[in-house]
T-cell receptor, first 113, second 109 residues
Framework: EAEVAQSPRYKITEKSQAVAFWCDPI?????LYWYRQILGQGPELLVQ????????DSQLPKDRFSAERLKGVDSTLKIQPAELGDSAMYLC???????????FGQGTRLTVV | RKEVEQDPGPFNVPEGATVAFNCTYS??????FFWYRQDCRKEPKLLMS???SGNEDGRFTAQLNRASQYISLLIRDSKLSDSATYLC??????????FGTGTRLKVLA
């Protein structure tokens, strides 16, 4: 069964350092999402790609966060500099396209110390 | 007001009980709806899609009420293994895939 791959699974970083997360969606999935989830809350959409284009990054804190999907396949989410409040689970998901089911990777649990 | 809202619970129910959750959405342009299950510290897993005509999968039934802008999930004959957080999603034509905050379910022996 095809899966969304994410790495690393866990990341501990000091505040003010840079950190990056990687996601490889299910093959053929044009839509890719990055979410942030704080314990006890629902996933919050950070950025959404359709192929290589950003279609929604309205909730992405652009002063410190960036995301790219250069070839329309895998994607990287970066935080620089990391802050204590960035500690959360970062989830990547992909879907075939508009209105279709999205499937998640196992996530990256980030702890900023 | 959040675009997708759920009662956070927890809903504590005995084994064998029937339990129902609702999820309201504010964007009338929402066209696709889904329920996910999330276990503690794991990723959300797709439980079922919600069609206009409703959808049933074993003990789980999902319904959509467009007039009142809510979706529901009914779980019959609850099992201990159903204990989890249930997340609803409303997806609009502008690609947005928005989650609710989740409803915690605890099934008690």
């Amino acid at each position: 069964e095809a899966e969304v791959a994410q790495s690393p699974r866990y990341k501990i970083t000091e505040k003010s350092q840079a950190v990056a997360f990687w996601c490889d969606p299910i093959s053929g999935h044009a839509t890719l999402y990055w979410y942030r989830q704080i314990l006890g809350q629902g996933p919050e959409l950070l950025v959404q790609f359709q192929d290589e284009s950003v279609v929604d990054d309205s909730q992405l804190p652009k002063d410190r966060f960036s995301a790219e999907r250069l070839k329309g396949v895998d994607s990287t989410l970066k935080i620089q500099p990391a802050e204590l409040g960035d500690s959360a689970m970062y989830l990547c998901a992909s879907s075939r396209g508009e209105g279709t089911e999205a499937f998640f990777g196992q996530g990256t649990r980030l702890t900023v110390v | 007001r959040k675009e997708v809202e759920q009662d956070p619970g927890p809903f504590n129910v005995p084994e064998g009980a029937t339990v129902a959750f609702n999820c309201t959405y504010s964007n009338s342009a929402s066209q696709s709806f889904f329920w996910y299950r999330q276990d503690c510290r794991k990723e959300p897993k797709l439980l079922m899609s919600v069609y206009s005509s409703g959808n049933e999968d074993g003990r789980f039934t999902a319904q959509l009420n467009r007039a009142s802008q809510y979706i529901s999930l009914l779980i019959r004959d609850s099992k201990l293994s159903d204990s989890a957080t249930y997340l609803c999603v409303a997806s609009s034509g502008t690609y947005k895939y928005i989650f609710g905050t989740g409803t915690r379910l605890k099934v008690l022996a």
